[in-house]
């Protein structure tokens, strides 16, 4: 078990380093157009602030290089004034003399929020320069930001190694979700899987392999399954060097009979328009599954007492295709399942069905939660302190 905010013990007027990820989408003119990010971290701001800790936050924003204006931090630093009124400065520095004349200012229960991390070039080169300067800043270092979690940067990974440390309540949230599906499992386990390419995604089947009753095989990843069962995909997305791999998955299956399900008839581009089919041909290539394999999908959905999903099931960018991600999702909010849904399309996706609040976890860290489904270990999450 990894130490939490709430095993930090005498920490009130203790400088406390947040790195949070606030990495939102701005406009040109400074306005944050989805604040999700910030509002998930407003719980361990508010525990950290009630401890009467000296909190300095920090995260990067975009990928910046160097100093870059449309990039800077100030935006989040206002947001958070309106939320916590009278307790929020700005420092529009990263690390360096401004950064610690500010913080010896600072009285307990008071929050300062530093200036972009990618601005210094060390950060993500984990430079040792970069971060004994961060390390510091503070007695304390807590983690908060899930999404870079699989990154070995200097304000997670390298300054973790130098303070005494713990987690926040969303990188809390997202262990445990995890921990319960692969270590608790509820069964029957049903994972979904979808999306475009096939190669990042095969570490995720097979680490359900052992433990889901079904794998359901949706998107563009599923060509490669048909074509690995001698079907024809006509034009469809094939990833030819994984072929064999997904021969030995659906025989592996077999074996320790786990059902794998997969499309039995698509909706593709056929000469520029969209056309239901049962079989593909040249010429047509396969964006989203059909009404058949929806219900297929949907009725191993319905029995199912715990869900993983990654992946849409179709081009759902592309409303002509979106049908099947849709449906799927509604399946899974409307299914008794404990269900998770990682990605950034996925997540996306599902938000766009209407059906997100009926889902019971998010997992909004992108890459890192995808770590996560393939039961990797995160570097960032491993250097912090176990009780
Ligand atoms: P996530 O971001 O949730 O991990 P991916 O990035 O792996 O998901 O997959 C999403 C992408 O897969 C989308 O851009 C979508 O258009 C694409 N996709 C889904 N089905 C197909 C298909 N049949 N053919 C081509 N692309 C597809
Ligand atoms: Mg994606």
Redesign the pocket.
Known sequence: MKRTIRDLKNIEGKRVLLRCDFNVPLDNYGDILDDTRITAELPTIDYLLKQKVKLIVCSHLGRPKGYDKYLSMFPIAVYLMKHFPNKVKFCNKVVGNEVNVAIEKMKPGEMIVLENLRFDEGEEKNSPEFVAKLARLADIYVDDAFGVTHRKHASNYGVALKLPNAIGFLIEKELNVFQKVFEHTDHPFVAIF????VS??LNLINNVLDKADAIIIG??MA?TFLQAQGINIGD??VSLDQVDNAKDILEKAKEKNIKILLPVDHVALVGGRAKKVKQLEKGMV???IGRKTIKLFTQEIMQAKQIIW????????DSRFKKGTMKIARAVAKSQAYSIVG?????SAVKESGVADKINHLSTG?GAS?KLMEGKVLPAIEVIDTL
């Open positions: 979808g999306g475009a390419k990042d995604k998107g563009g060509y469809s997305i396969g964006l989203d990654n992946g849409p099931l179709g081009k759902y960018e990605g950034g399309d996925s997540v992108g995808l």
